[in-house]
Nanobody
Framework: QVQLVESGGGSVQAGGSLRLSCTVS???????????MGWFRQIPGKEREQVAV????????YYADSVKGRFTISQDNTKTTLYLQMNSLRPGDAATYYC????????????????????WGRGTQVTVSS
């Protein structure tokens, strides 16, 4: 059974940095090498927003315009841990951040299509004070 567990959330002042981690268990590389992983965020009362996604095979990444140049998505060499380095945080970045995976055979661009993401972590809270 695939499980995604996020960590690294917390409270930070505007301009600060946080690094989120997502550990994947229950999936082997042969299953997920042509798959996508990503970070999404949600504020209560608003729709979930795709923040950054990565195509596992190539490492090709896509970012929401609002975080380009500030956030970096990456994966470790074993492809079992996903990271989101968040720099220059703003109050508008405050949300619950979710790690998600889309397992299957996808192209890199298909990682930008949120409907493919079927596996989700429980989320980690990020608070940014001004």
């Amino acid at each position: 059974q695939v499980q995604l567990v996020e960590s690294g959330g917390g409270s930070v002042q505007a301009g600060g940095s946080l690094r989120l981690s997502c550990t994947v268990s229950g999936a082997t590389y042969s299953i997920y090498r042509d798959s996508c992983m990503g970070w999404f965020r949600q504020i209560p009362g608003k729709e979930r927003e795709q923040v950054a996604v990565i195509y596992i095979r190539s490492g090709t990444a896509y970012y929401a315009d609002s975080v380009k140049g500030r956030f970096t998505i990456s994966q470790d060499n074993t492809k079992t841990t996903l990271y989101l380095q968040m720099n220059s945080l703003r109050p508008g970045d405050a949300a619950t951040y979710y790690c998600a995976a889309a397992y299957g055979t996808y192209s890199a661009y298909q990682c930008t299509e949120s409907r493919h993401f079927a596996y989700w972590g429980r989320g980690t809270q990020v608070t940014v004070s001004s």
